[in-house]
């Protein structure tokens, strides 16, 4: 997906999910490489670059396999910060989107897919 080029999943960090209005949201510390419009230089200790984003999954006829935040046990970091996991997988299909991670197992039927960078 050119929306995803130069982004790791599997190396971004979830940090919050929401699903409302037909919109599926992810906020993620996004594992960025090179290829990304979106690299930087990795700050000390990084071993590439990583930036506040959003994964939105708009329009969403319907989402199923989301799991509650309160059922998913978080990593908590020597530095008290928090997250989910990572995004093991993300794959276009005909109906929509299927993604899963710590998350749940989830299907997304029609929608669209867009990244957005906050810092």
Request: charged letters at 20%; proline letters at 4%; aromatic letters at 12%.
């Amino acid at each position: 997906m050119e929306v995803l080029k130069g982004i790791n999943l599997t190396d971004s960090f979830v940090l919050d999910w929401s699903y409302e209005n037909n919109c599926l949201c992810f906020e993620l510390e996004a594992s960025i490489w090179p290829e990304s419009r979106y690299y930087a230089e990795p700050k000390l200790n990084e071993y590439t670059c990583y930036r506040k984003a959003i994964l939105q999954f708009t329009n969403a006829v319907s989402v199923s396999g989301l799991k509650p935040k309160s059922v998913v046990i978080p990593s908590i970091d020597p530095d008290g910060s928090i997250d989910y996991g990572n995004i093991d997988t993300l794959q276009v299909v005909d109906s929509g989107f299927e993604l899963t991670g710590n998350f749940g197992n989830i299907k997304i039927s029609g929608g669209e897919l867009l990244f957005q960078i906050h810092t």
